[in-house]
């Protein structure tokens, strides 16, 4: 399974990415508007990555690795949602609604990468020879602008903040064609 865009490679993520996404997840400036906003842990990462397994192998779509000419650049996700009252790290639990978001590492920030890989992962994940999904959302914290930036410029649409999913009030965007929020 393999997504390729103008400059890109999108892979699902896998154990071999260990090092390169534990050494980008251990940077304060890529977490600040992730989670809890703290750096992740080793460990944390290793279930990051066992949880994409097991999305890949029983769902059919999980995080995509994504790379440049074979140089990890980051993760772009397409993962259940964790619903405020759930364990974020309670895999199974989460769901039904499926979102999509990315990490890119710092030193590959302000090239345009987060828009063309999301912009590809989405169009994969609502193509029947894809993930066939009917509607992708996507949530960032408040103030995230840039991320925003990212998926205003993929074409999904603001619905507004909420305060339905991890426990924080976010900016809640959608697929354009779906119908409310
Ligand atoms: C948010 C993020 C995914 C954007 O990815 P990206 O590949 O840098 O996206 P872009 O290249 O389109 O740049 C986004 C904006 O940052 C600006 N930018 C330019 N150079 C930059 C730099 N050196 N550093 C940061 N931002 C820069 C871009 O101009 C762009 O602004 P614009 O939309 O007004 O043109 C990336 O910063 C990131 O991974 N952050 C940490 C993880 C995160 O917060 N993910 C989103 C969670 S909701």
């Known amino acids: 399974m393999q997504i390729r865009t103008e400059r890109l490679s999108l892979r699902p993520l896998d ?3 260990l090092e390169p996404l534990a050494s980008m997840m251990d940077d304060p400036e890529v977490c600040r508007f992730i989670g809890d906003g703290r750096p992740r842990s080793r460990e944390r990462v290793e279930r990051t990555i066992r949880f994409a397994e097991g999305l890949w192998r029983g769902r059919g779509f999980g995080p995509f690795a994504i790379e440049r ?3 990890f650049l980051g993760v772009c996700l397409l ?3 964790a619903c405020s009252g759930m364990d974020p790290s309670d895999f199974d639990a989460r769901g039904p609604e499926i979102e999509i978001g990315y990490w890119i ?3 590959a920030w302000g090239q345009g990468y987060a828009p063309e890989a999301a ?3 989405l169009r994969w994940a609502m193509s029947d020879s894809g ?3 009917e509607r992708v959302i996507a949530v960032t914290h408040p103030a995230h602008e840039r991320s925003q930036r990212v998926l205003e410029r993929i ?3 603001r619905v507004g903040e909420t305060d339905a999913y ?3 009030t976010t900016s809640l965007y959608t697929t354009p064609d779906a119908r409310g929020s």
């Open 15 to 17: 154990a071999g990415d």
């Open 69 to 71: 000419a074979d140089r």
């Open 79 to 81: 993962v259940p949602i």
């Open 105 to 107: 590492a710092r030193e």
């Open 119 to 121: 912009r590809a992962v």
């Open 131 to 133: 993930a066939a999904l």
């Open 155 to 157: 074409g999904m649409r």
């Open 166 to 168: 991890y426990d924080t």
